[in-house]
């Protein structure tokens, strides 16, 4: 995947000066060891330098971190450790942070070599909510050896993706189509984030895919369409034209990127984008996303930014989806009853024109847009890649900004089924424990558009974090029936 970082975790032990300094060596080495064992040893630096017992020693650890080129830290309490100056190495650290802590190995150790670092997470915590310092604490945050490398390692999503977005900038092609409020939000909080946004007219799009006309790599690009299509490719005609176009995104990212690292574009694609460009963009949108630089439909900043950050924490291609239509009773019937441990209204259809990269649909065809067809010649409308989604895990999630410029989130893990949808589009038959509860008590009552993201595999755990990490202070998920919504009526 192009345009995601690549995390690499500085882990700094500390130690209180009463504590002997050798308990914290002797137990981050054990640590770095485990995890080079587990997992891949060069996502990891273990800070040599010191262990971290003054401000002194953090001004030494924070030079040699960024020395070796560390993106985020761990900071490990291999003892009690010192609450003010390790809660200053994360303050003057820019990067996200973690705090882990070391728990006592044997009885042995309970006499001479008693670390307390189960004590000192807690003046830890206290001291970074006195300093507003954020912090990724996990949900038990005291273990061995190879229980903290297991920590680090699902840290290392949710550290990718807040690398990603602190360097992110959007483009945006625009204005939304007529009719899509639901993808207007304010662009507040992008700021707040630390993500740069750069809106343009279609107009300007159009002008720059003119000068593309001829461009001499097109050809190549075309073969490259015909070899991913295979026998998909039922339109060859339109070809040249999204070749034409994915040149002139790819150029606009690379001329337009700035001083941030990493992109993800939310662009127009009708009403007035068939008729002059003689194209629907679905299936280079598509390519693109499969490539790491997500491309939201109908003008969806924050659903891009949602694609981006899945993207960042699977490190897969992801794709965005309307949560779009029912299943119908009689499909239910033949295909999933019975067959799966769901009801009806735990399914749903997601959709959308074509967007969807081929590696994640278990057969592509390049075709032309169904819906726009019924007011357009269809010439100008090829251009979707359509096919069912490929079944298995999947999350389902968003993050928005409210009329009023505050943050949510909602997080579900379900699955894609192995069910012919019979339908067109880029199209999967979903399902997700409790889908109808959730529908009605998160995603209509808290007023979230009609766009999910979609991040393939279960990643709930990682996106929550993230969430919760970047501030957001209300993070809906599908409850379980035991644990009513506040919304919902007990007398039902």
């Known amino acids: 995947m192009n345009n995601i970082p690549k995390v690499k975790i500085g882990v700094v032990a500390v130690s209180r000066d009463c504590f002997p300094e050798s308990l914290s060596v002797t137990r981050r080495k ?33 030079a040699d971190i960024k020395a070796a080129g560390c993106n985020a830290l761990c900071v490990y309490l291999g003892n009690f450790g010192p609450e003010i100056s390790e809660t200053m190495l994360a303050q003057q650290f820019d990067g996200p942070v973690m705090f882990c802590a070391a728990a006592e190995e044997n009885v042995g150790t309970l006499s001479d070599d008693r670390g307390d670092a189960y004590c000192g997470m807690l003046n830890a915590s206290y001291n970074l909510k006195l300093r507003g310092v954020k912090a990724y604490i996990p949900e038990y945050p005291v273990g061995d050896a190879e229980e903290c490398a297991e920590m680090i390692n699902e840290f290392i999503p949710i550290a990718r993706a807040l690398v990603g977005i602190k360097s992110l900038k959007i483009i945006s092609f625009g204005p939304r189509p007529l009719n899509f409020l639901a993808c207007n939000a304010p662009i507040y909080q992008l700021y707040q984030l630390g993500i740069e946004i750069e809106e343009n007219s279609e107009l300007d799009l159009f002008e720059a895919f003119n000068k593309h006309e001829n461009d001499k790599r097109i050809p190549d690009v075309v073969k490259d369409m015909e070899n991913e299509l295979g026998e998909g490719n039922k339109k060859p005609e339109v070809l040249e034209k999204l070749a034409q176009y994915e040149l002139t995104l790819l150029d606009w990212v690379e001329e337009h990127k700035g001083s941030k690292e990493y992109v993800a574009i939310a662009g127009k694609c009708w009403p007035a984008f068939q008729t002059q460009f003689g194209f629907v963009p679905c299936y280079v949108n598509s390519r693109l996303t499969g490539r790491g630089i997500p491309v939201s439909c109908e003008v969806d ?86 096919g069912d989604i490929i079944p298995g895990d999947i999350t389902f999630f968003r993050l928005q900004s409210t009329s009023d410029a505050k943050l949510r989130a909602y997080v579900a893990n379900g699955e894609v089924l192995p069910v012919a949808t019979q339908s067109f589009g880029s199209i999967g038959v979903f399902a997700i424990p409790e889908m109808g509860r959730f529908y009605r008590h998160v995603l209509i009552e808290d007023n979230y558009p009609h766009h999910g993201a979609v991040a393939f595999g279960h990643h709930g755990k990682a996106l929550f974090e993230v969430f919760k990490y970047l501030g957001v202070e209300k993070i809906g998920y599908n409850q379980p029936k035991s644990l009513p919504y506040p919304t919902e009526n007990p007398f039902a």
Not at 38 to 60: R, T
Not at 337 to 350: A, E, H, I, N
């Open 30 to 62: 054990a640590l770095a060891a485990a995890y080079a064992s587990k997992f891949n040893a060069e996502d990891i630096y273990e800070c040599p330098i010191c262990i971290v017992e003054s401000e002194i020693h953090m001004k030494q650890a924070l």
């Open 301 to 386: 900043i924050y659903g891009c930014l949602s694609e981006y950050i899945g993207a960042c924490v699977s490190n897969d291609a992801v794709t965005l989806l309307d949560i779009n239509n029912s299943v119908p009773k009689d499909m239910y019937k033949a295909s999933i009853q019975g067959k799966f441990d769901y009801t009806l209204k735990d399914t749903f259809m997601g959709f959308h024109c074509g967007n969807t990269c081929s590696t994640k649909l278990t057969a592509c065809s390049m075709k032309y847009q169904k819906i726009m067809a019924r007011s357009l010649p269809i010439e100008v409308t090829n251009g979707t890649l359509e």
